[in-house]
C-alpha cells in the first residue's frame, strides 16, 4: 500500500526583526510590502502622552484664567518643541530603521528627552505670563537631548549608506547648528520679547533643514503608507486629550448635577466630538496620494503641526469647560465654549487645507462640507451665550465633524474617489 504523500508546508514568521548585532543603516525599501508601525515605534508614541498632558493642562489653567495669550503663545512653542522631534524621528525611522541595539538605545534616549521636555512645559507658560524673561531651560535642555540622538543616527547612516551620505550629513549639520542657537538661548537670558523672536528663527531654520538636505542632495527612502500610517497614530494620541477632557466635563457635571440628562449631554457630545474628528482624518487615504508624489510630503508633514496643536487646545477647552461648569473659572460659558469651537475650527480648516495640498484639486463640495462644519460651531456659541447649556453646546459643536462625516459618505466619497484617482495616476 503506497504511503501518502507529505504534503510541503510554509510556515509564516512573524515580520519583526530579530537582529542581535548591529546592523547597516543603508536604508529601507521605500515600497516595502505591508510595511507598519513596529512595537518600539508604538512604544516611542507612549511618553508623547504625557507632554500632551502636560500642554493641554498648562492651556486650560490659563485659559480659565483669561490669559489668552499665554494660552496661545505656550501651545505653540510647547507643541512644536514636542513634535517636531517626534516628526523628525519618524521620518528617519521610515527610511533607517534597523531595529538593533544601537537604533533602540537612541530611541530610548530621545524618550527621555521628551519627558525632559514635558517637565519643562510649566515653566514655559509660567515665564511667558510673567512677561519678563522666557524660561525655557529645562524644555531646551531636553530638546537637546533628543536631537543629539537624532544627530548621532544621521551619523551613522552617513557612514553607512553611501549613496545618500551627503544627505544624511547635511541633516546632522543642519540639527547641530540649530542645538547650538537652543543653548545658547539658555544661557543669553534675554527679555522675553527677543527670545521668543530668536525662538521663532531656529525653529523656521530647523523646519527648513530637511526640504534643503532633501532637495540639494537626493531624497530619503521613507515609506508613503508606513509615514501616513505613522501620523495617523499620533493622530490618535493627541484624540487622547479630548477624552481626557470630555472626562473632565463629565465629572464636573455629576458633581454639581449628579447623573442627569446635561450629564449625557456633555458624555455624548464630547466623545461624538473625538469620534468624529477621528472619522474626518482617517476618511482620507494619505499613503496613496504620498506614494505617488512623494514631494508632496512637505507641506503635508509640517501642516500637521497645527493638527495635533489645535487637537490638544481642544482637550483643552474640553477642560475649561469643566472648571465652568463647577464655577472655578474665571470666564464665562460663552468663553469655554469659544476655547473648543475655535481649535475645531483650526483642525477642520487645516484638515481641508492639508487634502486641498496633497492632491493638488479644488473641488467645491468640500467648500459647502465645510461651511456645513462652521455653521454647526458658530450655532453652538450663538446657543450658549442665549443660555443653552454646556451639553447642548458640546452637542452642536460635535455637529461640525458630523456634517463632514455625513457629506462625504453619503455624496462626498465620489468626489474623494475621483479626485484620488487623478491624483495618483
Not at 479630548?242 to 472626562?247: D, E, N
Not at 481649535?343 to 463640495?365: H, R, S, W
Not at 459618505?409 to 474617489?417: D, F, I, L, N, S
Request: net charge neutral.
Amino acid at each position: 500500500m503506497p504511503r501518502p504523500r507529505r504534503v510541503a508546508r510554509t510556515v509564516y514568521l512573524p515580520a519583526m526583526s530579530l537582529t542581535h548585532h548591529l546592523g547597516r543603516m543603508t536604508g529601507r525599501d521605500p515600497h516595502q510590502a505591508h510595511r507598519s508601525a513596529t512595537p518600539l515605534e508604538l512604544l516611542f508614541d507612549l511618553v508623547f502622552v504625557v507632554a500632551f498632558s502636560q500642554i493641554g493642562s498648562q492651556a486650560a489653567h490659563y485659559l480659565e484664567l483669561g490669559h489668552v495669550s499665554t494660552a496661545l503663545t505656550g501651545i505653540a512653542f510647547s507643541t512644536f518643541a514636542v513634535t517636531w522631534a517626534w516628526i523628525n524621528y519618524s521620518w528617519l525611522a521610515s527610511a533607517y530603521d534597523t531595529d538593533d541595539a544601537f537604533f533602540r538605545i537612541a530611541t530610548l534616549v530621545i524618550m527621555v528627552g521628551v519627558l525632559i521636555v514635558a517637565l519643562g512645559i510649566p515653566p514655559v507658560f509660567h515665564s511667558l505670563d510673567e512677561g519678563h524673561i522666557f524660561d525655557n531651560t529645562v524644555m531646551v535642555a531636553g530638546y537637546v537631548v533628543m536631537r543629539i540622538a537624532t544627530i548621532a543616527l544621521w551619523i551613522r547612516a552617513a557612514r553607512h549608506d553611501e549613496k545618500r551620505r551627503k544627505t544624511c550629513i547635511a541633516y546632522a549639520v543642519n540639527v547641530s547648528i540649530a542645538q547650538v542657537g537652543w543653548i545658547a538661548l539658555i544661557f543669553l537670558n534675554m527679555p522675553l520679547g527677543i527670545t521668543l523672536v530668536f525662538t521663532t528663527l531656529l525653529s523656521l531654520f530647523e523646519m527648513a533643514g530637511p526640504f534643503f538636505a532633501e532637495k540639494r542632495y537626493g531624497p530619503t527612502p521613507w515609506h508613503a503608507h508606513h509615514i501616513a500610517e505613522r501620523y495617523g497614530l499620533l493622530v490618535i494620541i493627541t484624540l487622547g486629550e479630548v477624552i481626557l477632557g470630555t472626562i473632565l466635563a463629565i465629572s464636573a457635571v455629576i458633581e454639581e448635577e449628579g447623573w442627569s440628562l446635561e450629564t449625557a449631554l456633555v458624555a455624548f457630545g464630547g466623545t461624538a466630538l473625538a469620534f468624529g474628528m477621528w472619522w474626518n482624518y482617517f476618511a482620507i487615504p494619505f499613503g496613496k496620494v504620498l506614494e505617488r508624489h512623494r514631494w508632496r510630503g512637505f507641506p503635508w508633514g509640517y501642516l500637521h503641526l497645527v493638527v495635533f496643536g489645535s487637537l490638544v487646545a481642544v482637550g483643552a477647552g474640553l477642560h475649561v469647560a469643566a472648571n465652568v461648569i463647577t464655577e472655578h473659572a474665571h470666564v464665562d460659558a460663552t468663553f469655554a465654549v469659544l476655547s473648543i469651537a475655535i481649535p475645531v475650527l483650526v483642525y477642520e480648516t487645516f484638515l481641508f487645507g492639508i487634502y486641498a495640498v496633497t492632491v493638488m484639486q479644488f473641488d467645491p463640495f468640500h467648500i459647502w462640507l465645510y461651511l456645513g462644519s462652521v455653521a454647526a460651531l458658530a450655532a453652538s456659541v450663538v446657543a450658549v451665550s442665549l443660555g443653552a447649556s454646556m451639553g447642548v453646546a458640546l452637542l452642536l459643536i460635535a455637529c461640525a465633524p458630523a456634517v463632514v462625516v455625513v457629506g462625504y459618505e453619503t455624496v462626498g466619497w465620489r468626489h474623494g474617489a475621483e479626485m484620488l484617482e487623478r491624483a495618483t495616476r
